[in-house]
Nanobody, 120 residues
């Protein structure tokens, strides 16, 4: 059973960089055809896709967030990390990591989510 767990600060000041890590257990982030994804949900709004790091190490970001987003991975720790720079209160959300696989053309595992609040 694959499990994903988000970790990182729950409070970030405006203009700083938000950094979250997703630790994967029960499976490898280098498994073929898997895309390790970050998704967020602002309060009162729907899910917003942020980007992914693929099993190959390639990355792809939402065009609306691309200029502020970086997703990297550490294969030795089986983790992938989101960095979102120059945050504003509009970045306040519950942040989820999830795995998307081409075998089902969908998400098969999700983390429980972590609340991040941007406030001074």
């Amino acid at each position: 059973q694959v499990q994903l767990q988000e970790s990182g600060p729950g409070l970030v000041k405006p203009s700083q960089t938000l950094s979250l890590t997703c630790t994967v257990s029960g499976g490898s982030i280098t498994t073929n055809s898997y895309y390790w994804t970050w998704i967020r949900q602002p309060p009162g709004k729907g899910l917003e896709w942020i980007g992914y790091v693929a099993y190959s190490g390639s990355t792809y970001y939402s065009p609306s967030l691309k200029s502020r987003t970086s997703i990297s991975r550490d294969t030795s720790k089986n983790q992938f990390t989101l960095q979102l720079s120059s945050v504003t209160p509009e970045d306040t959300a519950v942040y989820y990591c999830a795995s998307w696989t081409s075998s089902i053309q969908g998400y098969d595992y999700w983390g429980q989510g972590t609340q991040v609040t941007v406030s001074s």
